[in-house]
């Protein structure tokens, strides 16, 4: 990933580089992996990113 900073403009580039963190799931994986999880609550959370994506793609992909 690259950022370009334009004009010194530090804080803007920051702002984009967070939101394409975000948006690539980071930050989400940096505080999943902070304690130990069980493997059925893994299991269980699987699933449920899963469904997250399923759901994404199918509000993406609906017509209409």
């Given at each position: 990933?690259?950022i370009?900073?334009?004009?010194?403009n530090?804080?803007k580039?920051?702002?984009?580089?967070k939101?394409?963190?975000?948006g690539?799931?980071?930050?989400r994986e940096?505080?999943?992996r902070?304690?130990?999880e069980?493997p059925s609550?893994k299991k269980?959370n699987?699933?449920?990113?899963a469904?997250?994506?399923r759901q994404?793609w199918?509000?993406k992909?609906?017509?209409?």
């Amino acid at each position: 990933m690259e950022i370009k900073v334009f004009n010194n403009n530090v804080e803007k580039a920051l702002k984009i580089a967070k939101k394409k963190l975000a948006g690539e799931g980071l930050f989400r994986e940096l505080k999943r992996r902070r304690f130990y999880e069980k493997p059925s609550l893994k299991k269980k959370n699987k699933e449920r990113e899963a469904q997250r994506r399923r759901q994404k793609w199918l509000a993406k992909h609906r017509i209409g």
